[in-house]
């Protein structure tokens, strides 16, 4: 009987020593593991600060199509920037082929096309051969810039200037934005429109719209247009551009010299009735004169805007706060 008891308290220590153990093994190998994941989260963002850090344009190389997108390439008479802009790009991993629209009285020259071929197949990567056209125009228009091109390869047109330069790995990011939503803009430098209801009350009640340049969109933290001067839009957008948009607003730029990228920004707007999308990238300017550095250009942004609205009979720029970032470049998102 005793033999019995004892032999009981022997074996219930016994367990009781085994479960404590199992517990404390459990813990150590708890404990272990948050160390092992702090330790290698350390490590990672210390690679990373210290420069350790993957390219960017490496992740993801194998998603880039066959078939990437065609620049189009606006530029007058600044052969320098063209040369810059085009060296540039050239090297971005998804680039098919570059159209540069050329609306100057004389033809480019046998040498600066010879500098462009040579300077695209020292810059291109894995061999590639990438397409360079000069979109020959007789009619000084910047409604040319738009004009419908029959023998593009791609749907994707990254349409820039040839005096604003983005990293590749930019351009990269916002065509795989842009490749989630085809139908719509998808750019770097975005624009806003707001009704002023005080002009509204001195024209008779109408709605009067008043454009904003990048201030009125970082104080309003809403934008509604993405300049064509970088974004990617469809190829069929220059069809349409081409035929479809009313006559009048052509002339109107071609009279005026101002806004054929408003133009296009309804244009899109009123097919998708959705809005663009931007997104954040560095921008280098190379250049130091143009358009927008001319007095009163703000007001005829706005003349532009309202006068296009008219055409249309109604205001299809849509409004929005989203914006797209590349995560891979920042610590949170």
């Not at 810039?145 to 990293?167: G, M, N, W």
């Not at 024209?203 to 934008?223: A, C, E, F, Q």
């Not at 349409?240 to 109107?252: F, G, V």
Request: glycine share 6%; net charge positive; hydrophobic share 40%.
């Amino acid at each position: 009987m005793r033999g019995s008891l004892f032999s009981r308290r022997i074996l219930q220590r016994f367990r009781q020593n085994t479960i404590s153990s199992v517990g404390s093994v459990k813990i150590k190998l708890l404990l272990c593991c948050c160390i092992v994941f702090t330790l290698v989260l350390i490590a990672g963002r210390a690679a990373s600060f210290m420069g350790w850090r993957h390219n960017p344009a490496s992740i993801g190389r194998s998603s880039v199509p066959r078939k990437g997108y065609t620049i189009l390439i606006n530029t007058w008479k600044r052969n320098d920037l063209l040369k810059q802009s085009i060296s540039h790009y050239a090297s971005c991993r998804g680039l098919d082929s570059i159209h540069i629209v050329w609306s100057e009285p004389d033809p480019p020259s046998n040498s600066l096309h010879e500098f462009l071929q040579h300077t695209i197949r020292s810059k291109s990567k894995d061999g590639r051969n990438i397409e360079l056209k000069f979109d020959i125009h007789k009619e000084d228009s910047l409604n040319n810039r738009f004009k419908e091109i029959e023998d593009l390869k791609t749907d994707a047109i990254f349409s820039i200037d040839d005096d604003v330069i983005f990293p590749c790995t930019s351009v990269e990011f916002a065509f795989t934005v842009w490749q989630s939503a085809p139908e719509t803009m998808v750019g770097f430098v975005p624009r806003i429109h707001w009704v002023d209801q005080s002009v509204g009350l001195e024209k008779g009640g109408k709605d009067y719209y008043t454009y904003g340049g990048w201030w009125s969109v970082w104080w309003m933290g809403t934008y509604s247009m993405v300049l064509s001067k970088a974004a990617f839009f469809h190829k069929k957008y220059l069809y349409l551009y081409t035929h479809e948009i009313p006559a009048s607003i052509r002339e109107y730029i071609t009279k005026n010299r101002n806004c054929e990228d408003i133009a296009m920004s309804f244009l899109v707007a009123n097919v998708t009735g959705a809005p663009p999308i931007w997104v954040k990238g560095k921008i280098f300017e190379i250049g130091s004169t143009g358009i927008s550095s001319l007095g009163g250009h703000s007001e005829r942004r706005s003349q532009c805007v309202n006068r296009f609205a008219a055409e249309y009979g109604r205001m299809p720029l849509v409004s929005t706060s989203v914006k797209a970032v590349d995560s891979r470049n920042i610590w949170f998102w």
